[in-house]
Structures are given as structure tokens and as C-alpha cells.
């Protein structure tokens, strides 16, 4: 495996340790002594650090596994040192859990993709040995591997954006130019790099499906189908009596459990502009003792037990727990001679964004009918005014539909644990209760916004019409110089959208 001088493991580990060692100065400091920016610079530095060592350790597994191939028998490195695997060597050198060595060498064979060592076997007379073509990967992968290779990705990073996208699947669309799907595969790929620095490793993996989904709408209903059928639910009794279960969900299903559960905890942590009485509620749960697992179990049993026919006003709070899916009209073809409707693409869950097959949301639109939301040809949800306080369901439902959960660069909290905030305060700047002026922060954002002087801005683009939103942070505390404001990026997957 072979980096450019700019790329170099070997460089970056040497610089990243050189500000290091700056930053800590004499070996007897204390890093408890450190300002927040030197701090938080000597954190960065040492994350630099650990992504070199990492694509060292994956360019020596991969070497160490392609040494101890099994066509080499004993010859084979790992046999020489008395272990049966390449794997076991690694880990018998580094202290690596077997997990991580499989990460390791994945991510080396991505780097630079090789043969297997054979024994050497002679020629035939007149027969040229075969020479290994070079590895040739599409520009959506290599651009991938590269953000690895410089450090711009961890393996964990890279492994889940790898293993959430997959691989295109053009034989699915004959119709499709050849090109179509990787250069559609490449456009998500450059919007989960830009997202990567604000994401955590479980949340990026969940996006580069939701990715997948988004562009290929067959493999949604054949991934759909082989989860449901390996839905399955089982209990045993352990040794102590205590009983346990395991439950292997469908999509539709899961999806439902969730928002039942969201239902149940959202006085503890949902939206506190829910309505009169939600105070109360609050107030009722922050003296409840019961554990949110504990919740949650009492929550399921107690469902079990009243059926599906409980009082939501009584079981649940405000909201009747449900699965909000969202799908574009363009996607409903006219009604067939008995008037049924036909959807030619795949819906979103509301929350999260996992994708449900078209003949689902079919069933579902005959089932609980749906609520439209127009938008306009610059791609903003229609406002409505100034009429109320708060955003109506109609606005909040269109908001959530383009926003797709929390919009702070790090949160992953989904639309059902949103409130919605003015851009302009409504009581002190006389904002607007508009679309275009509304945005979702979960609680936790929201009062950090409102407690420490964060504000939103929205530009509009004068040729296109297209709205930015764009995160103001308070002055500096210690100079009061303004702080460069970051753009927000949707999360909703209609930002995947193939062009």
C-alpha cells in the first residue's frame, strides 16, 4: 500500500505528534491546566494521530493477512509463527479485539486491493505468467477511499458510509444510463463527507442507507421483504427464573414500536410547546423514578395488555403514537379503473428517514389517507401567516417534511422530539408563524440557542429563490468578536434526490 507524500501516515502522525508535543510543552504539564482551545486543539490532534496509526495497523494487517493466506498452508506467515490465522497474529501483536482486526484489514483491502499470495508454480514453456491487473475502483469509491487515505475519515467513519451505501445497483435499471447510479451514488457520497465532522459514527451509517434507499427504490422492497421475513420473536426462562425475550422487527413494525415508545417518553424529552397541560405532564415525569428502559418495558406491557383500542389521550399524552411517512406527489400515478392509486417510489418515515416500499405507504394511504404539502418550484414548503403562536400541524408537518429532524449540526434527534422555532423571536421581533421562518431544534438545542445567544439567519438566493439557514453563534466570550456562523444542512432525505 503506497500513500503520496501528502498523505502519508507516516507524515501526518509526525506533525499531528510534533502540535502535540507544542502543545503540551514540557513533558511535566498538566493537560488539567489547558485553556478550552488548547484543549480541544490538543483533542484534535491527537484524533489526527489515532486515524495515522489506524491506517498504519490496516496496511500492516491487510499485508500480515496476504501473508498467511491459507493457499500458503504452512508456509504462511501466521504458521511459521505458530497461529493458524492471520487475524490471530494481528491480534496476538496488537491486543486487538478479533472485531477490530476484521475492521482493520476490510479497510486495508479497500486501500489497496490485492491478489492472494500462491505458491509459486512453474510456467509451461511458452506461456506467459499472468501479470494481476490493477486495481481499478469507480470515482464514488475512490473518492471515499481517499478521504480515508487523508485523514479526512476514520475506519469507523468510512466503514459506515461503505457499508451504508453498498454498491450501485445498475443491473436493477437496465433502463438507466450505465453512469446514472454511480454518479448519483457519488453526489451522496460528497454530501456524507460534509456531514461527517458533525455526525456520529451510528447516525452516518443510518444516513448512507437512507442514501441507498432513496436511489434505489427496487432494493428497498426486496431489503423490506428479507427483514420481514426474518421477523421473529422468542423467550426463555434463564437460570434464576428471570424471563427474557428477542425480538427481530420488520421495517413497518419497528418503525411503529418506535414512534410508540417516542409517544411514551416525549414528556421527559420531547417539545415542551405541546400544549396547556404539558407543563404538568413534564413536571409528572421528572418525578417519576422508573428508568426510561423501565418506561419503555411498562409501556409495551401495558399496550399488550389494553389492546389496540387503549384511549391515546389516556395512554399516551397529546399525541397518539403513529408512523408519519413521507412521500412525494410525483410518486402517485392516477388511479387505475377502480380508481386505486399506484406509487412509483419508495416513502421516508418522518423520523429517521428509513425508507418504506411503495406498497406499504399504498396500504397505508388507503388505510389513513394523507396530508398534502405544496411546494413551491424553489422548493420551499407554502407559508401561512401570522395567525397563531405556534406553528399549526399543517406548518409543522411541511417543516418536518423538509428539515427532517433537529437541525444543529450534531444533534440526530427526529422530528417527533422537535419544537419549532422562530427565526425571528416572536415575542420580542414580532416573527413570523412561517414555513420558511420556522425551524426544529429538540429541546436540548432550543434552550441552547435561547440561553446563550445562538441565532438563525435565512438568506435567499436572488437568481434560484432557494433558502440557506445559516447557525450565528454568540460573541466570543473572552475578545467579542463575531464567530463565522455555519451553514445548516437539511436532513431530511430529500437532499439525496438524484438529479
Known amino acids: 500500500m503506497r500513500f503520496s507524500a501528502a498523505t502519508s501516515p507516516a507524515t501526518r502522525l509526525t506533525d499531528a505528534a510534533a502540535r502535540i508535543s507544542q502543545r503540551l510543552g514540557d513533558p511535566g504539564i498538566d493537560i488539567q491546566t489547558l485553556e478550552d482551545e488548547e484543549l480541544l486543539g490538543l483533542l484534535a490532534d491527537a484524533a489526527d494521530t489515532r486515524k495515522a496509526l489506524e491506517l498504519i495497523v490496516a496496511a500492516a494487517s491487510t499485508e500480515v493477512s496476504r501473508r498467511s493466506s491459507r493457499d500458503l498452508g504452512y508456509e504462511g506467515l501466521a504458521q511459521r509463527k505458530g497461529l493458524r490465522t492471520g487475524t490471530a497474529l494481528v491480534q496476538q501483536i496488537t491486543g486487538l479485539a478479533r472485531a477490530d482486526v476484521v475492521r482493520a484489514v476490510e479497510a486495508g483491502t479497500e486501500l489497496a486491493p490485492v491478489a492472494p499470495v500462491a505458491p509459486v508454480a512453474p510456467v509451461a514453456e511458452g506461456v506467459d505468467a499472468a501479470t494481476p491487473a490493477p486495481a481499478t475502483s469507480a470515482a464514488w469509491l475512490q473518492r471515499l477511499r481517499d478521504a480515508l487515505a487523508a485523514g479526512a475519515l476514520s475506519q469507523a467513519q468510512f466503514q459506515a458510509i461503505r457499508a451504508g451505501l ?23 457520497v460528497e454530501l456524507l463527507l460534509d456531514e461527517a465532522a458533525t455526525q456520529a459514527v451510528e447516525d452516518l451509517r443510518n444516513q448512507a442507507r ?63 410547546f405541546v400544549g396547556a397541560d404539558a407543563g404538568d405532564r413534564t413536571r409528572a415525569a421528572e418525578s417519576d423514578e422508573r428508568t426510561n428502559e423501565q418506561l419503555q418495558y411498562d409501556t ?23 408512523v408519519r411517512i413521507i412521500v412525494d406527489s410525483s410518486a402517485i400515478t392516477d388511479g387505475d379503473e377502480r380508481g386505486a392509486m399506484t406509487l412509483t417510489r419508495v416513502g421516508h418515515c418522518e423520523d429517521g428517514g428509513a425508507a418504506i416500499p411503495a406498497g406499504v405507504v399504498e396500504a397505508r394511504l388507503c388505510d389513513s389517507g394523507a396530508v398534502p404539502v405544496f411546494w413551491n418550484t424553489d422548493g420551499r414548503p407554502l407559508d401561512i401567516g401570522r395567525e397563531l403562536r405556534l406553528f399549526t400541524r399543517k406548518q409543522r408537518i411541511a417543516i418536518g417534511a423538509r428539515d427532517g429532524g433537529c437541525m444543529w449540526p450534531s444533534c440526530a434527534a427526529p422530528i417527533s422530539q422537535c419544537e419549532f422555532h422562530h427565526l425571528d423571536h416572536w415575542w420580542e421581533d414580532h416573527g413570523r ?14 434552550l441552547r440557542l435561547h440561553n446563550q445567544g445562538w441565532r438563525i439567519r435565512r438568506t435567499r438566493d436572488p437568481v434560484t429563490g432557494a433558502d440557506t439557514y445559516w447557525l450565528h453563534p454568540p460573541p466570543d466570550p473572552l475578545t467579542g468578536e463575531m464567530v463565522e456562523p455555519t451553514r445548516l444542512v437539511s436532513k431530511s432525505p430529500r437532499r439525496f434526490e438524484a438529479a
Not at 395488555?305 to 399525541?319: C, E, L, M, S, V
Not at 412561517?434 to 432550543?446: A, E, K, M, Q, S
Open 166 to 188: 453498498g454498491e450501485p445497483p445498475v443491473e436493477r435499471y437496465p433502463e438507466l444510463d450505465p453512469d446514472f447510479l454511480p454518479q448519483a451514488w457519488g453526489r451522496a
Open 300 to 322: 409495551l406491557v401495558a399496550v399488550l395488555r389494553t389492546g389496540a383500542n387503549a384511549d391515546p389521550q389516556q395512554a399516551f399524552g397529546d399525541r397518539q403514537p403513529g
Open 210 to 272: 437512507v442514501a441507498r434507499d432513496r436511489l434505489d427504490p427496487v432494493g428497498v422492497t426486496l431489503r423490506f421483504e428479507e427483514r420481514f421475513a426474518a421477523r421473529s420473536f422468542r423467550t426463555w426462562t434463564d437460570a434464576q427464573g428471570q424471563r427474557h425475550g428477542h425480538i427481530l422487527f420488520d421495517d413497518e413494525a419497528g418503525a411503529w414500536v418506535d414512534a410508540l415508545l417516542q409517544a411514551a417518553l416525549r414528556p421527559r424529552r420531547g417539545p415542551r
Open 433 to 446: 408563524t412561517d414555513v420558511d421562518d420556522g425551524i426544529p431544534l429538540c429541546r436540548n438545542c432550543h
